[in-house]
């Protein structure tokens, strides 16, 4: 599903997670234009990277054909994009347990989930132009930022201990993601 949109001087992710106990960002210049990058991103298949397709699995996820769209069977959610700036993917659950316990959220409900012992995720991609020179390619700065927000101080003590073994992993799906998305924008 896609939702509503922020005006334009407001990052989408801050809307909908302003406020958050842990964080990562990372970013990757493509040397393409945003537009270019988005059309990448919507497309990509992060399988392609080992390293995705073998962490996923670890994790209980299928490796295989690992796009966007697919996401939405692991109970990621889009929810909110704006085109060629930014996408906001969400989910809420244990994610520090073996199933995850993963909720029905969506760009409705997501704001107003805070289920004791349980953490929601916003998770963004956005892009943007870095600089336009006369007769060379176009460059984009795509960073992706991954929030998590614990609904109580047990959550809260369960995540930190399992982001401290997972926060390495998870920095190395997304710069693979990132790589990725980088190849297809620029070939």
């Avoid at 994790?59 to 069977?73: C, F, H, I, Q, Y």
């Avoid at 060379?136 to 700065?141: C, K, M, R, V």
């Amino acid at each position: 599903m896609r939702a509503a949109r922020a005006p334009s001087n407001e990052m989408l992710i801050d809307d909908f997670m302003p406020v958050y106990d842990f964080s990562e960002k990372h970013y990757i210049v493509i040397r393409a234009s945003a537009a270019d990058v988005a059309r990448a991103l919507e497309t990509a298949d992060f399988s392609e990277s080992f390293i995705v397709r073998w962490l996923l699995r670890l994790r209980g996820m299928s490796g295989e054909n690992v796009t966007l769209a697919s996401l939405k069977d692991t109970k990621f959610r889009i929810l909110a994009e704006k085109l060629n700036e930014e996408i906001v993917i969400g989910l809420a659950g244990k994610f520090w347990t073996p199933t995850g316990a993963m909720q029905d959220v969506d760009a409705g409900n997501f704001r107003e989930f805070d289920k004791p012992g349980f953490a929601k995720a916003t998770w963004n991609f956005m892009l943007q132009d870095e600089m336009h020179v006369t007769n060379s390619p176009s460059e984009t700065l795509l960073t992706t930022e991954t929030r998590i927000q614990c609904m109580d101080e047990k959550s809260r003590k369960s995540f930190g201990f399992y982001w401290t073994f997972i926060s390495f992993f998870s920095g190395w799906i997304r710069e693979e993601m990132l790589e990725v998305i980088k190849k297809k924008a620029e070939n």
